[in-house]
């Protein structure tokens, strides 16, 4: 079994805390190989962001899990030599299955997120309660979920969104024990996340359900996966050199900052730094179609990366500064 505090990297207590009090979100970034990893630390303590790195359950299938512990080790060991170190938390998302969960503790997460919420309500009180019970021995922090969100990534897909009912917000989180949240109320995972008619606007999201929520348990950490934005000037890139992504839609990133405001202290965002690599890697190949070298088209994939972490962090998520 590996520590987490061995590594370097902190639980979710400390920093929704934080996040709370001083009303904006910590970051919550999906990474796969290594360039994504560099630009979310780059990005992160170049904007004094603290951070969660997240690795879904396919990511982990991809990159080795033993690759990918130490990949995440050498990151902290950047981020510890650095001048203004920040605080980083390794974090497991949607994770689906209690052995899993178990894994990626004795592997050096320190925070898991266990998603039972496609299981029946008293069934994910159980699953959830079990993983919490175990992560709790190794000072752990453990994320759950209520409520349903449409969409794909990853292994996740589900076509119709389930709001979560306030009314079991309170009943779950005293049975089960869990550290924050997880909610639906109106985001949805990938890229097409809104299906719009010409002139209609993306749905507002359900504050009303998360006010609700806020009321049934104050001051408890409430997360929003789904939260990219699909940012437009990336969607263009990638169907101006070849692409074909009609329709792609996300989430205002007013509505995200409003979120981030409140007790939402976790926002989760994946598509967005995918599309971001995609769309440069896309010109960059249009560009220069003779280049081979992996250096040259990463690289600046790499670096735009960044560029969108540090803005998300400074004018969406009001987590720059923070570390």
Do not use: W
């Amino acid at each position: 079994m590996v520590s987490y505090k061995d590594l370097g990297f902190v639980n979710t207590k400390d920093m929704f805390k934080k996040a709370m009090e001083g009303k904006y979100a910590i970051p919550a970034y999906n990474f796969n190989n290594m360039e994504q990893l560099q630009a979310i630390i780059s990005g992160c303590l170049e904007s004094r962001s603290p951070v969660i790195l997240q690795v879904s359950k396919g990511a982990r299938d991809y990159a080795n899990q033993t690759l990918l512990r130490y990949m995440a080790e050498g990151a902290m060991a950047v981020v510890k030599s650095h001048k203004t170190p920040v605080p980083v938390a390794l974090h497991l998302d949607h994770g689906d299955t209690y052995e899993l969960c178990v894994s990626c503790i004795e592997s050096g997460f320190s925070s898991v997120m266990i998603d039972g919420s496609s299981h029946p309500f008293e069934e994910n009180i159980a699953l959830t309660k079990k993983v919490v019970d175990y992560a709790h021995k190794y000072d752990v922090t453990v994320e759950g979920e209520l409520g349903v969100l449409a969409g794909i990534e990853e292994h996740v897909s589900h076509e119709v969104s389930h709001y979560t009912d306030p009314n079991d917000v309170e009943k779950f989180v005293n049975a089960t024990g869990v550290d924050s949240l997880a909610i639906s109320i109106g985001t949805s995972h990938g890229a097409y996340k809104f299906k719009l008619k010409p002139g209609e606007k993306v749905p507002e999201l359900r504050f009303d359900i998360l006010e609700e929520i806020e009321k049934r348990i104050p001051g408890f950490p409430i997360v929003l996966h789904g939260s990219s934005s699909v940012l437009p000037e990336y969607v263009q890139i990638i169907n101006q050199n070849g692409g074909k992504m009609e329709g792609a839609v996300g989430v205002p990133e007013d509505q995200l900052r409003k979120a981030a405001a409140s007790s939402v202290c976790k926002i989760n965002i994946d598509s967005d730094g995918r599309l971001v690599m995609t769309a440069i890697i896309r010109k960059e190949f249009n560009k220069n179609p003779g280049n081979f070298d992996p250096r040259k088209y990463l690289g600046p994939a790499r670096e735009e990366l960044m560029k969108m972490i540090i803005n998300k962090n400074k004018e969406v998520l009001g987590s720059a500064g923070r570390a």
